[in-house]
């Protein structure tokens, strides 16, 4: 949602911290040999590892040949991708016209394979940008395969010779580095393909800017330049996605700086750099980070949060730390099942307070010490093993697309105003049809640029037989009605869902993505309702049920969620937005990689031995009453929370941080500005 705040340039007003770390005299006593914790590689560790190991075997993407729904750079625009043309200017005007206002339908970008060869910067502007936009939504680029789908920037370009003034070959904004930004540049995507700068030192590869929901997905990066991916040349940056990124050449992998909005890295491969990560300020979570012969692989330089899972360091130069403190401003830093070969320590907390270890291996680490309700020590993580998100096989060819406008699925309304057309019954249709003659996807057309461009979905939707995919092409809006759900006592039962449940034959796991409602929300759910089949939810903007035993894996999405008994959920990057209780884990298991929240209201409750694990937490308060509900709350359940930072310019904090009860007995952590921790473990002990 819109995010008038402060400019973060300006943040936080503290001088004396980065972002200010909050010491409660009820933090625990945590001597040295506690705050590093060792055992044998944990089953996060495997899984981890696991997924890093399978990452880089991205299967090719095709689209159906459908010109409302996709532009295709080669038969539309006349780019060539031979490696010789200059297909620059194709490129930029398909960035442009994805979401042109004069086009009846907004459409994803698609590059086949081949090598497009670009002498300029390509800049994610809109179609007659004066330099200096507020807002953009989109643009959405796919290419055809991870490694023969190539961007090349030309060697010798003009303009990137200079290292000392670095230019990104992809630029996410118009606006200048350091510009004043706002949290208006929606739903992002580069998806897919090998982003290369060739021989120009003062390269970067992308500087990738998206808020609220925004993905970068099966990308290798490569050249010679200064900075492989940029997510810190602007502030207000997030939160996004980044997953399945290979960084190779640079100076600099992975720069994150700024105070907001969080970004979340999932499966990241840096080789060939001096600096793995610079980190400065962000809230940031990474999982699964893999770094080859960084001088240093980690290097933190002015406070935040980091939360870092089971990364790996190799190759180093044998003398120095994997993870390096190297400003004067402490940050809160958490790090799991840390393994770094040829370092000459874990960590190095340098000047700050933070501890320094030796190890360069071990369990955990919080830089802070562990903070609990009460005082009590009640031990560390909980180290959930997350299971691995299954894939879903891409469609192979044409005859697997089946498209629900074709059965009358409309958007928007020529009065403008929302109308009382179903256009459930569209999707309903488009799925019968698909599952009848076996086909696996279906998909919907993207709305046009400016209201009205909405659909109406008032019935549930079945997901059934041969489908395992319902995607959205382009800015599809789902909306529900005039109506807020949220005021109906039966919330979320309420909504209409678009569900799976266990059928004989039909595809273990089904993915319903770019499916999004913008405003208002909530607008429509997303149900699991089966034991033995998984729903993944990437993209999006539902809420999100997840009934008893059922599983669900979530990637990019801004949502509430409901959780029943044995359920099992894994997030990474959530937003949680609203009034009220916003996720409810009431006996379930909950793993969260990446959290973003805006509003009141209690963020996570977890009930009844229910387990909830989140790394990467930012509490941004911007609206709504804080002194009614809890912003954490547990009872007789457990929850861990590795790096939490909330946030409020104008002073509004929450009355009460951290509520536990346990056996009837309820304590709290108290309100405190700036309210942030490297570890909190509440609730029941192990």
């Known amino acids: 949602m819109k995010n008038d705040i402060q400019n973060s340039n300006d943040y936080p007003p503290n001088p004396d911290c980065g972002l200010p770390s909050h010491r409660m005299e ?45 532009i295709n750079v080669k038969t539309e625009l006349g780019a060539v991708g ?22 009846v339908h907004s459409r994803f970008i698609y590059l086949p394979k081949g090598t497009y060869r670009i002498t300029k910067q390509l800049i994610f502007r809109p179609l007659g940008s004066d ?36 230019r990104a070959m992809i630029r996410g904004v118009s606006r200048p580095d350091g510009a004043r930004m706002n949290a208006d540049f929606f739903d992002r995507m580069v998806v897919n393909m090998t982003l290369d700068t060739g021989n120009n030192p003062g390269a970067i590869g992308i500087q990738f800017y998206s808020n609220n929901t925004g993905e970068m997905r099966s990308v290798s990066i490569r050249g ?23 960084i190779d050449g640079f100076t600099i992998g992975v720069n994150l700086a700024y105070g907001l909005n969080s970004q979340t890295l999932s499966r990241i491969r840096i080789s060939g750099c001096d600096i793995g990560v610079r980190h400065s300020r962000q809230i940031a979570a990474i999982e699964g980070l893999e770094v ?96 691995k998100m299954p894939t879903v096989p891409w469609p192979k060819n044409g005859n697997e697309w089946v498209c629900a406008n074709d059965f009358g699925m409309t958007s928007g309304s020529s009065s403008g105003t929302i109308d009382s057309d179903d256009d459930g019954s569209a999707i309903q249709q488009a799925i019968d049809e698909a599952a009848k003659k076996g086909a696996t996807t279906v998909y919907i057309l993207g709305g046009k640029r400016g209201d009205p461009n909405w659909y109406h979905v008032r019935s549930d939707v079945r997901i059934h037989g041969s489908v395992n995919r319902v995607i959205g092409l382009g800015f599809v809006r789902i909306l529900f009605g005039h109506e807020d759900p949220r005021k109906d006592p039966s919330f979320p039962e309420n909504m209409p869902t678009f569900f799976i449940e266990d059928e004989a034959g039909a595809p273990p796991a089904v993915i319903i993505e770019h499916l999004n409602v913008f405003a208002p929300r909530p607008g429509y759910a997303v149900e699991n309702k089966a034991k033995k089949r998984d729903l993944i939810v990437r993209a999006g903007t539902p809420e999100i049920i997840a009934r008893e035993n059922s599983r669900v ?49 209690t963020k996570i409750l977890t009930t009844d031995n229910g387990r909830s694990e989140v790394f990467g937490s930012l509490i941004y308060n911007n609206t709504g009453d804080m002194e009614k509900l809890p912003c954490l709350e547990v009872r007789d359940a457990y929850l861990f929370s590795g790096g939490h930072q909330e946030v409020h310019f104008g002073g509004n904090w929450y009355a009460t941080p951290v509520s536990q009860t346990v056996n009837g007995v309820t304590t709290t952590i108290n309100k405190a500005a700036w309210m942030s921790w490297s570890a909190m473990r509440a609730g029941k002990a192990k």
């Open 82 to 103: 031979d490696g010789k043309a200059d297909d620059t200017a194709a490129l930029q005007k398909a960035i442009e016209l994805c979401f042109a206002p004069d086009q």
């Open 292 to 387: 080859i012969g960084a001088r240093v692989p980690v290097e933190c330089i002015e406070g935040g949060i980091l939360a870092l899972l089971a990364p790996r360091f190799s190759k180093g130069p044998g003398t120095g730390p994997a993870v390096a403190i190297t400003g004067d401003k402490l940050p809160n830093l958490y790090i799991r099942d840390l393994v770094a070969q040829g370092y000459g320590q874990g960590v190095d907390g340098g000047k700050t307070s933070a501890p320094s270890i030796k190890e360069t291996s071990f369990k955990e680490y919080a830089s802070g010490g562990m903070l609990s309700p009460g005082g009590a020590d009640i031990g560390g993580g909980l180290f959930i093993d997350p299971p």
């Open 26 to 70: 009820t933090t625990l006593k945590f001597p040295d040999s506690a705050r590093t914790r060792h055992s044998a590689l944990s089953f996060v560790t495997l899984s981890i590892m696991l997924m890093l190991s399978q990452f880089l075997s991205a299967e090719d993407i095709l689209f159906p040949d459908d010109p409302r729904a996709i």
């Open 553 to 601: 894996f979530i990637a990019n999405v801004v949502g509430g969620i409901t959780m029943h008994r044995g359920s099992q959920i894994v997030a990474r990057h959530l937003n949680a937005e609203g009034k009220g209780i916003q996720i409810h884990n009431d006996a379930g298991l909950l793993y969260i990689v990446g959290f973003k929240t805006e509003g009141s209201g």
């Open 224 to 246: 010679n330049g200064t900075i492989g991916l940029d997510l810190g040349f602007n502030d207000q940056n997030g939160p996004l996605l980044i997953e399945d990124v290979s």
């Open 131 to 166: 330099g200096n936009e507020g807002s953009m939504i989109g643009p959405w680029l796919f290419g055809e395969s991870r490694e023969q789908t190539v961007i090349k920037l030309s060697d010798g370009a003009d303009g990137f010779a200079d290292s000392g003034a670095p």
